[in-house]
T-cell receptor, first 113, second 112 residues
Framework: DTGVSQNPRHKITKRGQNVTFRCDPI?????LYWYRQTLGQGPEFLTY????????KSRLLSDRFSAERPKGSFSTLEIQRTEQGDSAMYLC???????????FGSGTRLTVV | AQSVTQLDSHVSVSEGTPVLLRCNYS??????LFWYVQHPNKGLQLLLK??????LVKGINGFEAEFKKSETSFHLTKPSAHMSDAAEYFC??????????FGGGTRLMVKP
């Protein structure tokens, strides 16, 4: 078990471009979460999956954001028509049904220029 | 609804002296509480968690925290700071749902 893996580690993109991030959770974890962390702030909840079902979405998740977890394993987070305000660290975490311990990945740092 | 307030954005201590990082929470439900640490360019690491068992919770690296319901507090302590403890620390609350709510973070600096 190598923990929660996120790719890429860094992404620089031009404003208006689309980007996609990938998260591979711990294999036996059925819950997967996406958070966003801007500089000097704590992480903020974006969305949550239980298996392949997306059960919660934050108001922070605008129409330009979409997340999927097609087979209940890895997940992708896509941002369309990126804006400078999207620049942040995007964190993925996973957990078990009854386990309150969330394991976080190292994140994908997005810079929109 | 739930919220977390970390009372100090920066704390500076000398190596070998005690550490106190303060956290107050608000939750409509009986909460689960966590402390996470984030070293530069690294992921969030769970230090300890409170889930309605013992009110004094021991974590990794000598840290511990005490849940005080009457004060709605969950302060993090360590008897003796080490240089490697320098990092950002987050107090986190989980209410009835699955969402974690993070505090704004406390940057701990350890002076030699």
């Amino acid at each position: 078990d190598t923990g929660v893996s996120q790719n890429p580690r860094h992404k620089i993109t031009k404003r208006g471009q689309n980007v996609t991030f990938r998260c591979d959770p711990i294999s036996e974890h059925n819950r997967l979460y996406w958070y966003r962390q801007t500089l000097g702030q704590g992480p903020e909840f974006l969305t949550y999956f239980q298996n392949e079902a997306q059960l919660e979405k934050s108001r922070l998740l605008s129409d330009r954001f979409s997340a999927e977890r097609p087979k209940g394993s890895f997940s992708t987070l896509e941002i369309q028509r990126t804006e400078q305000g999207d620049s942040a660290m995007y964190l993925c975490a996973s957990s078990l049904w009854t386990d309150y311990g969330y394991t976080f990945g190292s994140g994908t740092r997005l810079t929109v220029v | 609804a739930q919220s977390v307030t970390q009372l100090d954005s920066h704390v500076s201590v000398s190596e070998g002296t005690p550490v106190l990082l303060r956290c107050n929470y608000s939750s409509s439900y009986s909460p689960s509480l966590f402390w996470y640490v984030q070293h530069p360019n690294k992921g969030l690491q769970l230090l300890l968690k409170y889930t309605s068992a013992a009110t004094l919770v021991k974590g990794i690296n000598g840290f511990e925290a005490e849940f005080k319901k009457s004060e709605t507090s969950f302060h993090l302590t360590k008897p003796s700071a080490h240089m490697s403890d320098a990092a950002e620390y987050f107090c986190v609350v989980k209410g009835a749902g699955n969402m974690l709510t993070f505090g704004g973070g406390t940057r701990l600096m350890v002076k030699p």
